[in-house]
């Protein structure tokens, strides 16, 4: 997901805002100056490297696109789950499945299974638990698996709340209170709701979920790119961007 919530509100479904929304994600991310493009998924891909005969699980996956492009570069038995139900034609050794990444071990599909990569790609705030989400995403691991799992700065949300709400970076970022955000670039008409979140709660989540950091990235435009599309580089040069971690079980 290009942006990530820690809740949806709409009649007590979860799935009916992702539903009228994934249209929306998708158009944006494919289109020529999306951060998707031209940071984020460049960079996961760099994360993942080889991925020829590598079962990976992509809990949060949008519509699958990813899924596919990694299952084209040789991964096998891969899924993909995703609240919303809206995929793309999944191609032969790719599962995609309707579910709630908050426990994937109880998603069908995916249940009894191992994978050697699994991917939370800015889909992780929507877990029930970060922990619990965490910990059963582990026991579907290889032996020699992990977790690529990316969140947005939190810096970002903290210093845009700070702007709407006339108050100070540090009021925001240690805020705990929920707060509404509808996201312009898909469907204003959705109302989300995300959950604050620091850097220590993002580490702390790790640990608590027996994981440890085996590589933090913080991806940015190559200059190539910047030149190409400043307003691009404007919005990471003010809200600094996307945090990136590779995590393996504790032994």
């Keep these: 997901?290009?942006?990530?919530?820690?809740?949806?509100?709409?009649?007590?479904?979860?799935?009916?805002?992702?539903?009228?929304?994934?249209?929306?994600?998708?158009?944006a991310r494919a289109r020529e100056d999306s951060l998707d493009r031209l940071v984020e998924w460049p960079a996961e891909r760099a994360l993942l490297g080889d991925v020829t005969g590598l079962s990976v699980l992509d809990a949060g996956c949008g519509n699958g696109a990813k899924l596919v492009e990694l299952?084209?570069?040789?991964?096998?038995?891969?899924?993909?789950?995703?609240?919303?139900?809206?995929f793309v034609a999944p191609p032969a050794g790719v599962e995609l499945v309707r579910g709630d990444l908050s426990d994937l071990t109880a998603v069908p599909g995916v249940a009894?299974?191992?994978?050697?990569?699994?991917?939370?790609?800015?889909?992780?705030?929507?877990?029930?638990?970060?922990?619990?989400?965490?910990?059963?995403?582990?026991?579907?691991?290889?032996?020699?698996?992990?977790?690529?799992?990316?969140?947005?700065?939190?810096?970002?949300?903290a210093l845009e709340r700070a702007e709407e709400n006339g108050?100070?970076?540090?009021?925001?970022?240690?805020?705990?209170?929920?707060?509404?955000?509808q996201h312009r670039a898909w469907d204003d008409r959705v109302t989300l709701t995300k959950r604050p979140y620091t850097m220590s709660d993002l580490l702390n989540t790790f640990s608590a979920a027996g994981l440890w950091i085996e590589t933090t990235v913080e991806p940015q435009m190559t200059a190539d790119n910047a030149r190409r599309y400043p307003h691009k580089q404007a919005v990471l040069d003010r809200y600094l961007g996307i945090l990136m971690f590779t995590l393996r079980p504790r032994r």
Excluded: C, H, K, N
Aim: zero cysteines; hydrophobic letters at 35%; charged letters at 20%.
């Design 1 to 27: 997901m290009a942006d990530e919530a820690g809740s949806v509100s709409a009649g007590g479904d979860a799935s009916g805002p992702w539903q009228a929304l994934s249209s929306g994600f998708e158009e």
């Design 71 to 86: 299952a084209r570069d040789g991964a096998v038995s891969s899924v993909g789950v995703d609240i919303s139900g809206s």
């Design 112 to 157: 009894g299974r191992t994978f050697d990569r699994i991917l939370f790609l800015q889909s992780f705030g929507y877990a029930a638990d970060g922990v619990r989400a965490l910990q059963r995403a582990r026991e579907l691991l290889t032996d020699d698996g992990y977790i690529l799992l990316t969140r947005t700065q939190p810096i970002r949300y």
């Design 167 to 181: 108050t100070s970076l540090g009021q925001e970022y240690f805020s705990t209170q929920p707060f509404a955000y």
